[in-house]
């Protein structure tokens, strides 16, 4: 346990001395999420019930950890897509949670009936959607997903959507082949996909979760209310900040942190958040550059960070491998 402590001490804090490389121009495709509020903040409940709508489909699905690169303060929204050979549907997912053995999840919001988007398959994007993913939170290959094509040729697009979008049938059979890996089988009829009506009692309880997450509630300039994680005056900040996809856009800034902070780390190891922190002190020694993007393809690339995070997330299934060997031995 010791050593697995020291080796993400060690991992995290050289690569970071190394892993800031200089970003190039990119193609940002049109599901990239170009206005830097959406990536902190998700459209209030109150929208659905003002749009008059009358169901919502909620489903939950694996984050990979490419993703914490994007996240600020702790938490993160990032776009998701998906499409029935015909028509597309658009929407948003953010962190919600992690598993009992270390996985991040990330929960995705549609104001459709489950009925409407049964057959549809689901693909999971980063926020300028350089990158994208399975709905079990495997990368789809860089020479499978070119964003510029995916924009562009039709024929490429519904081909990416067919070989590795995710439909809900799928997505459940991947949730109960993930509780077998563990030991564990789901009882017949549980789903990860809920459609809720609004105006129930499940309405209730689905807007207290989004309000217990994201406790801030900025008012936009045409009368919109959000959720966000951040606080007001801090959403403030982030929500008209550069994306940096081709500026001068740099990722950190004087004081601020790695944005690694989840608390099941720092709960499990009080060595793992000391590694964040350092490296966090590391870069900022190296990098005088204001922090001006939470983007994947900024100028300097957060992407080049990704390996520390999958480090990371790997030992702390290590350390939750060895917490279960150590209850189940007792």
């Known amino acids: 346990m010791k050593r697995l402590r020291m080796i993400i001490l060690f991992v995290f804090v050289v690569a970071i001395l190394f892993g800031c490389a200089t970003g190039r121009d990119k193609y940002i495709?049109?599901?990239?999420?170009?206005?830097?509020?959406?990536?902190?903040?998700?459209?209030?409940?109150?929208?659905?019930e003002?749009?008059?709508?009358?169901?919502?489909?909620?489903?939950?699905?694996?984050?990979?950890?490419?993703?914490?690169?994007?996240?600020?303060?702790?938490?993160?929204?990032?776009?998701?897509?998906?499409?029935?050979?015909e028509k597309e549907f658009r929407s948003y997912s953010w962190m919600s949670g992690i598993s009992h053995w270390g996985d991040f999840l990330l929960q995705a919001s549609f104001q459709k009936t489950i009925q409407e988007i049964a057959y549809v398959k689901f693909i999971s994007y980063n926020r300028d959607a350089g990158w994208a993913y399975k709905l079990n939170g495997e990368k789809i290959p860089e020479d499978k997903y070119d964003p510029k094509s995916f924009d562009n040729d039709p024929e490429y697009r519904k081909k990416v959507f067919s070989e590795f979008g995710t439909n809900f049938e799928e997505l459940d059979a991947c949730w109960k082949t993930y509780f077998r890996s563990h030991g564990l089988n789901l009882p017949e009829g549980i789903s990860s996909v809920?459609?809720?009506?609004?105006?129930t009692k499940e309405?209730?309880?689905?807007?207290?979760?989004?309000?217990?997450?994201?406790?801030?509630?900025?008012?936009?300039?045409?009368?919109?209310?959000?959720?966000?994680?951040?606080?007001?005056?801090?959403?403030?900040?982030?929500?008209?900040?550069?994306?940096?996809?081709?500026?001068?856009?740099?990722?950190?800034?004087?004081?601020?942190?790695?944005?690694?902070?989840?608390?099941?780390?720092?709960?499990t190891s009080i060595i793992i958040a000391a590694a964040a922190s350092l490296a966090g002190d590391v870069a900022r020694a190296g990098i005088n550059d204001d922090y001006s993007s939470y983007y994947a393809r900024?100028?300097?690339?957060?992407?080049?960070?990704?390996?520390?995070?999958?480090?990371?997330?790997?030992?702390?299934?290590?350390?939750?491998r060895e917490r279960d060997r150590i209850i189940n031995e007792r």
């Open 50 to 85: 003002k749009a008059g709508t009358k169901k919502i489909t909620t489903f939950t699905f694996f984050m990979n950890p490419d993703l914490w690169v994007e996240v600020v303060g702790g938490g993160g929204v990032w776009p998701i897509l998906g499409s029935d050979g």
């Open 194 to 199: 809920k459609e809720i009506e609004l105006g």
């Open 203 to 267: 309405w209730e309880t689905y807007k207290q979760k989004v309000a217990s997450m994201m406790k801030s509630n900025p008012k936009m300039g045409n009368g919109e209310i959000r959720s966000s994680f951040l606080p007001l005056e801090e959403f403030k900040k982030v929500a008209v900040e550069n994306p940096g996809f081709n500026g001068g856009s740099r990722f950190v800034k004087q004081g601020l942190n790695i944005p690694l902070l989840a608390v099941p780390f720092a709960s």
């Open 298 to 320: 900024s100028t300097v690339l957060r992407i080049g960070l990704k390996d520390n995070f999958h480090t990371i997330v790997n030992v702390y299934k290590e350390l939750l």
């Open 29 to 48: 495709p049109d599901h990239a999420m170009k206005n830097p509020a959406d990536g902190v903040s998700i459209p209030h409940p109150v929208e659905a």
